[in-house]
Each structure stands twice: as structure tokens, then as C-alpha cells.
């Protein structure tokens, strides 16, 4: 299983991003599909998740409200669209996946697979 992510890029306070995840090779073993966030010298940090057949959706305090996690099992693809964008949102994009029930679907460690980062820049 392969993926590839993107849409970042610079915005300023306040603004709209989309980030795209695309899934390519064994799509059946997906169970649940995430957004994670690293900033300069801090830790890989949950963003939001969704389970792949039935679309259910969970997110992290800071981001309710304002980040739209969505799947399309079609197109293989996962989506994060994020409004009201704050520089503290700065950080480098991860979309994983994990072919796994796990309790804990905010630990880095239970996905399997990861894309390649998307850089999202939020100026003030």
C-alpha cells in the first residue's frame, strides 16, 4: 500500500486549505485512515481520523469545528479540508493508515503506512 498526499501550502491567518491522501494497492485492508501534524522540534501529533467503511470520524480539541476529515472509497482518497486556519496549525501534514482495529487511534505507532508529509504554512 502506497500513499501520496497533498494540497499544502501557504495561507494566511484565517484561511482555507484541502489536503488530499491518495491510497493505491491493497485498499480492502483499510480500516481506518489519519491526519497527523509534526511542527519544527515538537512530536508527531493526531489530527483527526476516519474509518474506511463506515466513515466514522474523530478529532483532536483544537481542530473541531473548524478541519473536515472525509473519505471517498471510489477514488481511494482521503480528505482534510481545514477552514479558520491559526499559525499554530503550521506543521508538516501526514496522512496514515492503519489495516487494524486499534483502541488508541491517536498513537502514531498503530498506523502502518504513511504518506510523504505536505507542508501547511499559516502567516500571520
Known amino acids: 500500500v502506497q500513499l501520496q498526499a497533498s494540497g499544502g501550502g501557504l495561507v494566511q491567518v484565517g484561511g482555507s486549505l484541502r489536503l488530499s491522501c491518495v491510497v493505491s494497492?491493497?485498499?480492502?485492508?483499510?480500516?481506518?485512515m489519519a491526519w497527523f501534524r509534526q511542527a519544527p522540534g515538537k512530536e508527531r501529533e493526531f489530527v483527526t481520523a476516519?474509518?474506511?467503511?463506515?466513515?466514522?470520524?474523530y478529532y483532536t480539541d483544537s481542530v473541531k469545528g473548524r478541519f473536515t476529515i472525509s473519505r471517498d472509497n471510489a477514488k481511494n482518497t482521503v480528505s482534510l479540508q481545514m477552514n479558520s486556519l491559526k499559525p499554530e496549525d503550521t506543521a508538516v501534514y501526514y496522512c496514515?493508515?492503519?489495516?487494524?482495529?486499534?483502541?488508541?487511534?491517536?498513537?502514531?505507532?498503530?498506523?502502518?503506512?504513511w504518506g510523504q508529509g505536505t507542508q501547511v504554512t499559516v502567516s500571520s
Open positions: 496514515g493508515l492503519s489495516p487494524i482495529l486499534y483502541t488508541d487511534y491517536t498513537l502514531s505507532s498503530n498506523y502502518r503506512s
Open positions: 494497492g491493497r485498499t480492502s485492508s483499510i480500516y481506518r
Open positions: 476516519i474509518t474506511w467503511s463506515g466513515g466514522l470520524t
